[in-house]
């Protein structure tokens, strides 16, 4: 799909670099996406893997429950939440 941007090892399954922030309380969310878990495709949009043909499923699951406005936070601004944030309009 293109050339990978080689990124330090970074948010590794089960590891504290990939879990939510202990003071995170959110008692009411119903889905966490998983995305990144493709070892030969980068991964910055919470909505698509960067191969632009992998879907995380956030788009059809914010659809189905009548989803319109979303907000995107999050460390990596210029890469991760700028393409979720792109996806998500």
Known sequence: ???QVLWPVHCVQDTPGA????GL???????????GYHH?????????EADRATRTGLAGYLRE???RRV???GLATDYCVAWSALDAR
């Not at 879990?19 to 202990?22: T, Y």
């Open 65 to 67: 429950h009548g989803v």
């Open 40 to 48: 030969g495709v980068d991964s910055y949009s919470a909505f698509m």
């Open 25 to 35: 309380r959110v008692p009411h969310a119903r889905l966490v996406i998983r995305k």
């Open 1 to 3: 799909y293109g050339e």
């Open 19 to 22: 879990a939510l922030h202990a």
């Open 71 to 73: 907000f995107c936070v």
